[in-house]
């Protein structure tokens, strides 16, 4: 077994201010993690957005440690949601992996990036006079379908898009169950909403009933699939051609939680294995136009070093 120290941002609105600790002001242990506010002092008081999570973990490689890390942080985080009653998210945040006897550690490198837009031109102003005089979709549909995609999360865009479906499907207070297989299709239908004998099982219950996400779905990328499928539906079934695109790139775009990452393995130009995450996402921040001339640490390129870390 090997021993690592693990440190992870973590984005948040609410101010870490435990202070029972003198000499650790703004910072409390929970599960073995310390959790730091980002920057703190006594004068400026609490700075940034973001706290810091840290611990040393036993494992066999690195990919075990941080694997086992951010479990306890799946648990730790929600619980802290509804207590701070604040935005608080760690998925998508940095971290470091550093092997104590090693002086490289691997950092996975998150930064926020523009969103990119999409083109709004004559086929989707054509769409949009149809939808207009369309009576067959109701405006329910629209509502939850933005909502959905104004959404960030993904159950909450899930749950929503699922509200939009059954709004068109919905006739005289029942589904209409040919509406829906044409809509999906029957694969998707049974996945989603479950069959006959077993109603139960389809994601949408299981979500709307408090079971959340399990290994019978297999990872897949429902919010992609289903708006696709939806799309299709339009093109074919209201428009009767093809106004809207079905093959974008990360549908719903949104101004929030776009991002670009790395997969590096850094070196602390100054010092044997002092690497701080705080300190290295600084440098970067400092020096984004030349980020291969980082002032405190360099890359390591030697895969005779990395392949067993």
Same mark, same amino acid.
């Given at each position: 077994?090997?021993?690592?120290?693990?440190?992870?941002?973590?984005?948040?609105?609410?101010?870490?201010?435990?202070?029972?600790d003198?000499?650790?002001p703004?910072s409390?242990?929970?599960?073995?993690i310390e959790?730091?506010?980002?920057?703190?002092?006594?004068r400026?008081g609490?700075?940034?957005?973001?706290w810091?999570?840290?611990?040393?973990?036993e494992?066999?490689d690195?990919?075990q440690?941080?694997?086992?890390f951010?479990?306890k942080?799946?648990r730790?985080?929600?619980r802290?949601s509804?207590?701070?009653q604040?935005?608080?998210?760690?998925?998508?945040e940095?971290f470091?992996?550093?092997?104590t006897?090693?002086?490289f550690?691997f950092?996975?490198?998150?930064e926020d990036?523009?969103?990119?837009g999409l083109m709004?031109?004559?086929k989707e102003?054509?769409?949009?006079?149809?939808?207009?005089?369309?009576k067959?979709?109701p %405006?329910?549909?629209? #509502?939850?379908?933005n909502?959905?995609?104004?959404?960030?999360?993904?159950?909450?865009? @899930? $749950?929503?898009? /699922?509200?939009?479906?059954?709004?068109?499907?919905?006739?005289h207070?029942?589904k209409?169950?040919?509406?829906?297989?044409?809509?999906?299709?029957?694969d998707?239908?049974?996945e989603?909403?479950?069959t006959?004998?077993e109603p139960?099982s389809?994601l949408r219950?299981?979500?709307v009933?408090?079971?959340y996400?399990s290994?019978?779905?297999n990872?897949?990328?429902?919010?992609?699939?289903?708006?696709k499928?939806?799309i299709?539906?339009?093109n074919?079934?209201?428009?009767?051609?093809?106004?809207?695109?079905?093959?974008v790139?990360?549908p719903?775009?949104h101004?929030?939680?776009?991002k670009? %990452?790395?997969n590096? #393995?850094?070196?602390?130009k100054?010092?044997?294995n002092?690497i701080?995450?705080?300190e @290295? $996402?600084?440098? /970067?921040?400092?020096n984004?136009?030349?980020?291969?001339?980082?002032?405190?640490?360099e890359?390591?390129?030697?895969?005779?070093?990395?392949?067993?870390?």
């Amino acid at each position: 077994m090997k021993k690592y120290k693990i440190e992870h941002k973590i984005l948040s609105l609410a101010h870490c201010a435990v202070m029972s600790d003198e000499k650790k002001p703004a910072s409390f242990n929970a599960e073995g993690i310390e959790f730091t506010h980002w920057n703190f002092n006594y004068r400026d008081g609490w700075l940034e957005n973001a706290w810091i999570a840290s611990s040393y973990i036993e494992a066999s490689d690195f990919i075990q440690a941080i694997n086992f890390f951010r479990k306890k942080l799946t648990r730790i985080i929600p619980r802290i949601s509804l207590i701070s009653q604040s935005y608080i998210e760690f998925v998508l945040e940095p971290f470091l992996v550093l092997e104590t006897s090693k002086d490289f550690a691997f950092l996975k490198y998150i930064e926020d990036k523009e969103a990119c837009g999409l083109m709004f031109m004559e086929k989707e102003e054509k769409a949009l006079k149809n939808l207009l005089d369309n009576k067959d979709v109701p %405006e329910e549909f629209y #509502f939850y379908w933005n909502d959905a995609v104004n959404s960030v999360g993904y159950s909450a865009k @899930l $749950l929503l898009m /699922f509200s939009a479906i059954e709004s068109i499907v919905k006739k005289h207070n029942k589904k209409d169950w040919d509406l829906v297989n044409k809509i999906l299709g029957k694969d998707l239908v049974e996945e989603l909403f479950g069959t006959k004998e077993e109603p139960n099982s389809g994601l949408r219950h299981r979500l709307v009933h408090g079971e959340y996400f399990s290994n019978v779905d297999n990872g897949k990328n429902y919010l992609d699939i289903i708006h696709k499928k939806v799309i299709g539906y339009f093109n074919k079934e209201i428009f009767f051609e093809t106004l809207i695109s079905e093959e974008v790139v990360q549908p719903q775009r949104h101004f929030f939680g776009n991002k670009e %990452e790395g997969n590096l #393995f850094i070196r602390n130009k100054n010092c044997t294995n002092d690497i701080n995450l705080k300190e @290295l $996402l600084e440098d /970067f921040n400092q020096n984004k136009n030349v980020i291969h001339k980082l002032a405190n640490y360099e890359y390591v390129f030697d895969k005779t070093l990395t392949a067993n870390y």
